[in-house]
């Protein structure tokens, strides 16, 4: 699975957008981008996931840049809920384990 | 009703001690993991199974015994605990046919070895 590269961590205030990014340079042609994120003291909870086209549901947007080399999460209107560590990883789509980097802290700020 | 779901959620004990995990999900999922995350809070994939199937096996000592006495429960039995194995333990699972592979966690053990 390609290696992905995330800034350590992003404040958000309460209320705005908040922009995740996301290297991933090496990816395959069969590999998606998975976003993933951790609440303190809970397990990982899956947000969005996509291969070459921009998705969005309830939770949150991905944009995706043409040479797939690049993603972006948006969280529309970010709470203190999503105060949280975003993870990026990149992966085939069935059957695999999830290889979990350090991730992104967001810290969303009243 | 919880979807993935693990006991005991803390499990304090001894070096040298015998201990499981249990783990279960009501999600009809084929697949089921175990995670472990450490001080560091880095989450590593040790075991994975299909169908009652090991898949995925990744170095972890055989002091770890994974067990699936159906597609619904995956537990982990470890052996002669060891100071090293405290961390917090996830179990996960995800339905790998025809559907994209999405992963639910529960929600953690937290394993002391004192």
């Known amino acids: 699975d390609a290696k992905t590269t995330q800034p350590p961590s992003m404040d958000c205030a309460e209320g705005r957008a908040a922009n995740l990014p996301c290297n991933h340079s090496?990816?395959?042609?069969?590999?998606?981008v998975y976003w993933y994120r951790q609440i303190h003291s809970q397990g990982p909870q899956y947000i969005i996931h996509?291969?070459?086209n921009n998705e969005t549901n309830e939770m949150a947007s991905l944009i995706i840049t043409e040479d797939r080399k690049s993603s972006t999460l948006i969280l529309p209107h970010a709470t203190l809920r999503d105060t949280a560590v975003y993870y990026c990883?990149?992966?085939?789509?069935?059957?695999?384990?999830?290889?979990f980097g350090a991730g992104t802290i967001l810290r969303v700020k009243s | 009703d919880t979807a993935v779901s693990q006991t005991p959620k803390y499990l304090v004990t001894q070096m040298g001690n015998d201990k499981s995990i249990k783990c279960e999900q009501n999600?009809?999922?084929?697949?089921m993991y175990w995670y472990k995350q450490d001080s560091k809070k880095f989450l590593k994939i040790m075991f994975s199974?299909?169908?009652?199937?090991?898949?995925i096996n990744e170095t972890v000592p055989n002091r770890f015994s994974p067990k699936s006495p159906d597609k619904a429960h995956l537990n982990l039995h470890i052996n002669s605990l060891e100071l090293g194995d405290s961390a917090v333990y996830f179990c996960?699972?995800?339905?790998?046919?025809?559907?994209?592979?999405?992963?639910?966690f529960g929600p953690g053990t937290r394993l002391t070895v004192l």
């Open positions: 996960a699972s995800s339905q790998t046919r025809g559907v994209p592979d999405t992963q639910y």
């Open positions: 090496t990816i395959s042609g069969n590999e998606y």
């Open positions: 996509g291969l070459k």
């Open positions: 990883i990149v992966r085939t789509e069935y059957g695999n384990k999830l290889v």
């Open positions: 999600l009809g999922h084929d697949t």
């Open positions: 199974y299909n169908n009652k199937e090991l898949i």
